[in-house]
T-cell receptor, first 114, second 113 residues
């Protein structure tokens, strides 16, 4: 158990809908990262928050947004969903900034858009 | 931009065989290098890491050495077990930038008894 909790584990929704994925980081971790894992693109970095502030942005679509709340949990909002958004979405957390810091991953939310 | 290239497999081995999964990277400066492992139905777990040239990371019998001259970080294990069956990801975190991880595409390893 990594200590990172993601909910829900599975989500099935229709095209055009909006969903919210939730992540609770490990106790004490200030950094939260979101990654998307798909068969064709592999693991892609989406966005990072540190202590409530956006720190880095990767290949995140404009239809996607995220935030980190004062209690440090984070939510990833996906809207106007398309079939191609079907993927496994991972949240990871780390205690601080620093390139050698280990990131701990949750078990992921599997999103299926039908 | 930064990138990681690893052999994609799948790789199928018999128990007690030797394993090498090749990984090369492109990055400026001195990135930190990682191997993560993903067991079926689970998230990624850090297997080992190295933060500077010539460092050797090791864990659970797996080893990888940070080779700056060849920009490589190959994963090796002398004798694999059935329980090592998983997908292995090579990754880097750029020096001085965001701590985001840049991953290779993953290598699926199956070890047969």
């Amino acid at each position: 158990d990594s200590g990172v909790t993601q909910t829900p584990k599975h989500l099935i929704t229709a095209t055009g809908q909006r969903v919210t994925l939730r992540c609770s980081p490990r106790s004490g971790d200030l950094s939260v990262y979101w990654y998307q894992q798909s068969l064709d693109q592999g693991l892609q970095f989406l966005i990072q928050y540190y202590n409530g502030e956006e720190r880095a942005k990767g290949n995140i679509l404009e239809r996607f947004s995220a935030q980190q709340f004062p209690d440090l949990h984070s939510e990833l909002n996906l809207s106007s969903l398309e079939l191609g958004d079907s993927a496994l979405y991972f949240c990871a957390s780390s205690v601080s900034l620093g390139g050698s810091t280990e990131a701990f991953f949750g078990q992921g939310t599997r999103l299926t858009v039908v | 931009g930064d990138s990681v290239t690893q052999m994609e497999g799948p790789v199928t081995l018999s128990e007690e065989a030797c394993l090498t999964i090749n990984c090369t990277y492109t990055a400026t400066g001195y990135p930190s290098l990682f191997w993560y492992v993903q067991y079926p139905g689970e998230g990624l777990q850090l297997l080992l890491k190295a933060t500077k040239a010539d460092d050797k990371g090791s864990n659970k019998g797996f080893e990888a050495t940070y080779r700056k001259e060849t920009t490589s970080f190959h994963l090796e294990k002398g004798s694999v077990q059935v329980s090592d069956s998983a997908v292995y990801f090579c990754a880097l975190s750029a020096q001085g930038g965001s701590e985001k991880l840049v991953f290779g595409k993953g290598t699926k390893l199956t070890v047969n008894p």
